[in-house]
């Protein structure tokens, strides 16, 4: 028995399955040669999921990341001879036009993210796959690039361990489960196991569904849960004898059926001589704790392959039989049909990146067979060099709270994913039934009162609109356009946008208490801070000053926009989005650790501080009326972007004289306990209540004001996104050498551009008001406009803006095509419409001082 080593540059717990086996592969391509793969089965996996996997690889996601490492996998599977591209169907049914319309919205996902797929009729459907009948078919999508890892991911996984092994830079031991890992000062030591202990700095996870059990042994949460996926094989079907083929007819899917089916080929095959059919229960998916996953000594077929109960996909199984009669035609191989375990997440998106609760420790979980190769590459990059190659917010372990990763959210929220992933379509801005009422600021009483239209970020409820506003619409109702179509006009309130034009007319208030706050504070904070920040936060910057500024990763990419605000000379507040403020939390935490700043606190105000924004033209005068010393509140005793405590009959508050939304006005901080006096107090002054919509959507694109993780991204930078200050500070700062080549270059390769629609109409005439990505094509060719760095155009933000009048969307175009006055195509739902371009950079289209649209 091969000795355990005692120490190793890094350990890998979950060394058999295919993400194991990649990220060690890509860690070894990128110059690790001291790994360790431990893994509690043989290798490659004999129990978990890439043993039994269906393989199949299907190029095109309403995801970017996804698509990334999707077709990264596939052309990784292709080079190694382990690749069968049969191509994949997906059909909608007669009768099911909202399945129909979903393929024409996710061919337009693929042009947008690099992937290639089109819509088909049923002739063709049927000419690809025979064995389904014609008249049930309305269309479908075919994605050419599609296919199946052959003869199995598994087996590709041993290659590369073995490879791995043979280069003398991985020592892989089976049956040596993780039974410890040591964790000192919040960092990994090393890890203990029945053969002994492994001194190391870093850990990686990617144990896949048991994931939860080493990650806690690190002292991680992870909010993944395994669900049981039900496959049935059926034969013997021997149409591809002889072929020697592993599969014959293209991948299919019956997603609304939740269903999909493939053949196993030549029936001399590894598999072969079968149809194998797959379900994903949509109503009442079976979770099952990864604690309660059997030892493989306990298993009929294997831990992660349960017994089936036909109960579960009878009623699924009859309409597959209705649409694929050979189904019903073909006995049933009842002995090795089972439920398969996969993982789901609480928002359904991979886990990937360092856990925030210790350093050292990675993982790479939630991850499918389509995207082994590639999320092992994410990973191995981002360890390695920094960053991967595109931003990785989605994945990001860090973007949950806490509060988000405790057992009862958890559970709720992966039963909610587990039971969309193949059916319904899933809206661009649907909210989540479970998990709700966690956060609530001291002011949802009065918006509960009101009637909010309530959604949910980062565990904090919003109101979008206030049903008691409607009668806002009889006044505004001529510049507030109906949404004809349901899509478009799902999870949104018409009242948003009658809010949106009180609060130009007079005056709102908007609850912003989902901010992340955070006070740093200490000798070393301004070190801290200044780093991290490419405007001066710092120096002769005086107190109470805000400033608003961005923190780049090493190759200059936007990891972060946020405001810091000088409170003394060694105290600053750092006031993030809602959705982004644990990453930046961590961002700086884990900046202060490897510059050695230990000389500072850093309180997370977030939960003590409730804050409501205050604009419109009558902010003033209704803040002064309520002031215990009005003229504190002069334009000149108050400038822009500055902050001071004030009294509001004689409540302390904290204002910030700044605004997102371009209006005269103030952000207004203030302890929780005073926050409904407050907005008593604003509200009997006549103000407007107006929902978050008019804050995150419609004004601000009035005022071109970007979106970190929307519009600003790692893949671009400051100069292309339109924030380039004008002046770099003497000051060194993360990522500066990258900033200042970037502000030599000539021309960027791409611009962020502000675009309107110029005729939103579809072929039916219904005007149509578009939600979500869409790629932004060349009106001539038809195809998608791609930058000098291969970045594909596509519209990052799009909202009605009521001021103007039009729909107005944010994308970065090729330095080519980024002219004002271009016309441009967007494809929605299928169909092209036409763009113009408005600004290149930051240029708003809404000047609120004249109460006019530019142009």
């Not at 890998?12 to 001291?34: M, P």
């Not at 609109?465 to 799902?490: F, K, M, Q, S, T």
């Not at 009106?779 to 930058?787: F, I, M």
Request: glycine share 10%.
């Amino acid at each position: 028995m091969t000795t355990l080593p005692k120490h190793a540059d890094a350990v890998i717990i979950g060394q058999g399955g295919i993400v194991g086996a990649s990220v060690a592969h890509h860690l070894i391509e990128l110059g690790w040669e001291n790994l360790v793969g431990l893994d509690k089965s043989a290798i490659p996996s004999d129990i978990g999921s890439t043993s039994h996997a269906s393989d199949f690889c299907y190029m095109t996601s309403h995801d970017k990341m996804s698509c990334y490492t999707t077709t990264y996998s596939r052309d990784f599977y292709e080079r190694r001879g382990h690749y069968q591209r049969v191509g994949g169907l997906e059909v909608a049914r007669v009768g099911d036009e909202a399945r129909m319309a979903e393929l024409a919205r996710k061919v337009a996902s693929g042009k947008a993210f690099g992937t290639q797929a089109r819509l088909i009729g049923p002739d063709e459907v049927v000419e690809r796959f025979p064995l389904v009948r014609r008249e049930l078919i309305l269309g479908g999508l075919w994605d050419p690039d599609a296919g199946l890892v052959v003869p199995r991911s598994q087996q590709v996984a041993g290659e590369l361990v073995e490879e791995a092994v043979a280069s003398g830079k991985l020592q892989a031991f089976a049956d040596t489960p993780a039974l410890d890992i040591d964790v000192q000062d919040g960092r990994v030591r090393g890890v203990t196991t029945a053969r002994g202990y492994i001194a190391t700095p870093v850990v990686i996870v990617t144990s896949g569904i048991w994931g939860p059990i080493p990650a806690a042994m690190g002292g991680a949460a992870l909010p993944l849960m395994p669900v049981e996926h039900p496959l049935m094989f059926f034969g013997p079907f021997d149409v591809f004898a002889g072929t020697g083929v592993e599969i014959g007819y293209p991948l299919f899917r019956d997603q609304g059926n939740s269903a999909y089916m493939r053949d196993t080929g030549d029936p001399r095959s590894t598999e072969g001589g079968q149809l194998e059919w797959g379900y994903y229960e949509p109503t009442s998916p079976r979770l099952v704790a990864p604690t309660d996953i059997l030892e493989r000594d306990q298993a009929r077929l294997s831990p992660s392959m349960r017994d089936l109960e036909i109960d579960q996909v009878m009623e699924a199984f009859e309409r597959a039989v209705e649409l694929a009669p050979v189904l019903g035609e073909l006995g049933w191989d009842e002995k090795h049909s089972f439920n398969g375990l996969l993982s789901v997440t609480s928002d359904g998106g991979s886990l990937v990146g360092e856990a925030p609760e210790t350093r050292g420790l990675w993982l790479c979980e939630a991850v499918w067979v389509k995207d082994g190769p590639g999320m092992g590459k994410v990973l191995a990059d981002w360890l390695t060099l920094g960053r991967p190659a595109l931003d990785p917010h989605g994945i990001d372990i860090a973007r949950f709270y806490p509060v988000q990763k405790t057992p009862h959210h958890v559970r709720g929220r992966c039963l909610e994913i587990a039971r969309k992933i193949y059916d319904p379509p899933v809206h661009p801005r649907e909210p989540f039934e479970s998990g709700r009422n966690l956060r609530r600021s001291p002011f949802w009483p009065r918006e509960k009162a009101l009637g909010g239209h309530f959604m949910e970020v980062a565990g904090w409820e919003r109101a979008h609109g206030y049903a008691a506003n409607e009668a806002l619409l009889e006044r505004y109702g001529d510049r507030v356009p109906e949404r004809p179509d349901e899509w478009d006009a799902r999870h949104f309130w018409r009242v948003s946008n009658a809010e949106h034009l009180a609060l130009s007319e007079g005056v709102g208030m908007i609850n912003l208490s989902h901010f992340a706050i955070f006070d740093v504070a200490g000798p070393d904070a301004e070190a801290l801070l200044e780093y991290l920040s490419v405007a001066r936060v710092g120096g002769e910057t005086p107190h109470g000053k805000g400033i608003y500024t961005h923190f780049l990763d090493d190759a200059g990419g936007v990891h972060s926009d946020l405001t810091v605000v000088r409170l003394a000379t060694d105290r600053f507040r750092v006031i993030c989005g809602g959705d982004t403020g644990h990453r930046d939390l961590m961002w700086m935490t884990r900046m202060a650790d490897a510059r050695q700043l230990t000389r500072l606190q850093l309180e997370d105000r977030t939960d003590s501080l409730a804050t409501l924004g205050l604009w419109g033209p009558e902010a003033r005068r209704t803040l002064q009326a309520l002031a215990d010393v009005p003229a504190e509140l002069e334009d000149e005793a108050f400038p822009f972007a500055t902050a001071r405590e004030i009294r509001v009959r004689g409540l302390p508050i904290w204002a910030f004289r700044i605004s997102y939304v371009g209006e005269l006005g103030w952000e207004l901080y203030v302890p929780f306990s005073y926050g409904l006096t407050l907005w008593d107090l604003l509200f009997e002054q006549g103000v407007t209540p107006v929902g978050i919509e008019t804050y995150a959507n419609s004004r601000r694109l009035e005022k071109s004001l970007r979106l970190q993780n929307v519009d600003l991204l790692t893949e671009y930078n400051l100069v292309e996104a339109g924030l380039a200050r004008p002046r770099v500070k003497p000051e060194d700062f993360h990522g500066k050498a990258a900033y200042l080549a970037q502000r030599e270059r000539q021309e960027q390769p791409a611009y962020l551009c502000t675009l309107t629609m110029k005729d939103h109409h579809d072929a039916r005439g219904v005007a149509r008001y578009p939600v979500g990505h869409s790629p932004i094509l060349d009106p001539d060719s038809g195809e998608v406009l791609v930058d000098a760095l291969g970045r594909r155009s596509y519209v990052t933000s799009i909202a009605y803006g009521p001021s103007v009048g039009k729909v107005i969307a944010l994308g970065y175009l090729p330095v080519s095509h980024a002219r004002v006055g271009q016309v441009l195509h967007m494809e929605y739902f299928g169909e092209h419409y036409p763009l113009s371009v408005e600004a290149v950079g930051y240029q708003a289209l809404y000047d609120p001082d004249n109460r006019l649209p530019r142009g």
